[in-house]
């Protein structure tokens, strides 16, 4: 892979552009909004190991957990010790900077290490080179690229990343050069929508604080977009200086971004800038459409007359994040759930299992992680608070809901029910539905069929929602990036064992189009676990526990399902956590 470095700076250059744009836009999300109502306590049967929550920062203040956790839990153990574990996963690329896990001790798990002394300057890190990519409408986006990190722990992420530095100059800088360039090229000028402006500049914001390159995905079929009927491009570059004026020189040295820059059906663009206190100082997005007939609002430049803000901030939804937070890059050698590939199962007495992955498809023997969780209907594993270390989200039959925050050092910490009751009907999904939002959520489907999101409140009770849509009754779902276009997506699995495809794309709705059957015969899946890196860094698929004591891996990475493979077990009497 190629890669470009210079002295001061290194520049990351992408580009999407568009045939045409005959996509149709997105619907609009439906919200609603509902109080979950109150249960009574679980009955689980408590352990003799005691449970480590040394490290892990609560996100409620303590009194607050234990007016919340009901008296009896299940048990919580600690890892094996080290050596009698698979080798630590690495975090997926979308969500943390590729470096080596810091050893810190579990109780600093959430500080940034200390700034390490040295009387020579940090060489600048390479990064990778993405080529521009054309493409007719709908083919996929390129894979996400993770940012190399530096080795001085210095510069390693915080949990803030955004610089709330005005971006206005940087804006009209880019603005007038490309379009200095454009009048050099003899083509007319683009002109600048606020808009768009908008859609760009929230684009900017998610890459940058995910420190990730890659394209918005069918960005051309957002609302935003205003119907653009003759072409469309996304541009993306990043500096670690904050000269606005060199990322517009970048896209120019590259045939591929120089095309969209002088293409003649682009009339209209919208901007976004984004600062850091990463080693990556600016983030520049630019989306070009191409009108027939200029959309109402359009003006000559950013902050022109009835142009208010150059970038103005999309309508708030449920989806935005509570901040933009960055969890650190830990050591899970000893946690109990030790990346995303791993496997979590509950055996008929409760007792929680975990497979570490080894390899591509191969696992480690089961590790008891904990028990009492025979009166769980579903157990989901995700980082649910972001700090990097592997939680448990419960969903019991008398209707609670319960998060174990995970150890980086193993083990769990005590339990904070987060939902209060009346969620034994309900059929779940967890992911990162939200586009803008890097914590996970919760989809819930209810027995009419009707498919809520709940954002992540941390501790906090799970009681505010949105509709997504009536998506039918389903036995089971499962929310992962199923045609690799950077969204989550949700398989529905009927009772027929038929599997409905509804495609997300990071908002309050799903895609306004037919939904396939992507697989039959499904009728004996009791469990589908979405896995990242089985087969690789950065691959995507799905483990089904089938009857006949099976596991399966289906692999998603090339964008649908291929052909199964099975998980060595035992898995008798166990069924898959989520």
């Known amino acids: 892979m190629n890669k470009l470095v210079a002295p001061s700076f290194i520049g990351v250059l992408c580009a999407l552009a568009l045939v045409s744009s005959s996509a149709g836009t997105a619907p609009m999300p439906l919200t609603a909004s509902q109080a979950a109502s109150a249960a009574g306590p679980r009955s689980v049967t408590l352990g003799t190991a005691s449970v480590n929550d040394d490290g892990g920062a609560s996100l409620s203040d303590p009194s607050a957990a234990s007016r919340l956790t009901p008296a009896v839990e299940p048990d919580i153990r600690p890892a094996s010790p080290a050596g009698t574990?698979?080798?630590?996963?690495?975090?997926?690329?979308?969500?943390?900077?590729?470096?080596?896990?810091?050893?810190?001790?579990?109780?600093?798990?959430?500080?940034?290490?200390?700034?390490?002394?040295?009387?020579?300057?940090?060489?600048?890190?390479?990064?990778?080179?993405?080529?521009?990519?054309?493409?007719?409408?709908?083919?996929?986006?390129?894979?996400?690229?993770?940012?190399?990190?530096?080795?001085?722990?210095?510069?390693?992420?915080?949990t803030e990343a955004l610089v709330q530095d005005s971006n206005a100059a940087a804006i009209l800088t880019v603005f007038n050069r490309i379009n200095e360039y454009r009048a050099s090229k003899g083509l007319n000028p683009v002109k600048y929508h606020p808009t768009v402006a908008g859609l760009a500049q929230e684009w900017s914001d998610s890459i940058a604080s995910r420190e990730v390159i890659e394209h918005r995905a069918s960005f051309w079929t957002d609302t935003r977009a205003m119907n653009a009927n003759n072409g469309a491009g996304e541009v993306i570059a990043i500096r670690t200086d904050r000269d606005a004026a060199q990322l517009v020189e970048w896209w120019k040295g590259s045939a591929g971004h120089n095309a969209m820059l002088l293409d003649p059906r682009f009339n209209v663009m919208g901007a976004g800038i984004s600062y850091t206190d990463r080693t990556y100082k600016i983030w520049g997005v630019v989306n070009f459409f191409g009108y027939t007939t200029l959309p109402a609002g359009t003006v000559n430049s950013p902050g022109g007359a009835g142009s208010g803000p150059a970038f103005p901030p999309p309508t708030p939804s449920i989806c935005d994040a509570p901040g933009r937070h960055m969890p650190p890059t830990l050591d899970l050698s000893a946690a109990a759930i030790k990346g995303p590939a791993d496997l979590v199962t509950v055996d008929s007495a409760g007792q929680l299992l975990a497979r570490a992955a080894t390899g591509a498809r191969t696992y480690a023997a089961a590790r008891s992680i904990g028990s009492g969780f025979a009166g769980a209907k579903e157990v989901f594993t995700t980082d649910w608070d972001r700090d990097g270390a592997y939680d448990l989200l419960t969903q019991w039959t008398n209707g609670t809901v319960t998060l174990h925050r995970g150890i980086a050092a193993g083990g769990f910490q005590v339990p904070v029910t987060i939902g209060n009751g009346g969620w034994e009907p309900l059929t779940l999904a967890v992911g990162g539905w939200c586009a803008n939002n890097r914590f996970p959520q919760l989809l819930a489907l209810d027995g009419g069929g009707n498919l809520y999101l709940y954002p992540n409140k941390g501790a906090g009770d799970l009681s505010e929602r949105a509709l997504i849509g009536n998506i039918g009754t389903a036995r089971k779902l499962s929310m992962v990036d199923y045609d690799a276009d950077g969204f989550q997506d949700i398989l529905a699995v009927r009772s027929d064992g038929s599997v409905q495809l509804h495609r997300g794309w990071g908002t309050t709705a799903l895609r306004a189009e037919t939904r396939p059957t992507i697989a039959t015969g499904w009728g004996d899946v009791t469990g589908i676990r979405p896995l990242r890196d089985v087969t690789g860094l950065n691959s995507t698929g799905v483990a089904l526990r089938r009857a006949s004591d099976v596991v399966q891996y289906w692999d998603l990475t090339s964008g649908s399902l291929a052909s199964p493979s099975n998980i060595t077990g035992p898995w008798a009497g166990q069924r898959l956590a989520q």
């Open 85 to 158: 574990t698979g080798p630590a996963v690495a975090e997926p690329a979308v969500e943390a900077p590729a470096t080596e896990a810091p050893t810190a001790p579990a109780t600093e798990a959430l500080t940034a290490p200390a700034p390490a002394t040295t009387a020579t300057a940090e060489p600048a890190p390479e990064v990778p080179w993405i080529p521009p990519l054309w493409g007719p409408d709908g083919e996929p986006a390129p894979s996400p690229q993770r940012l190399a990190a530096p080795e001085s722990p210095a510069a390693l992420p915080s």
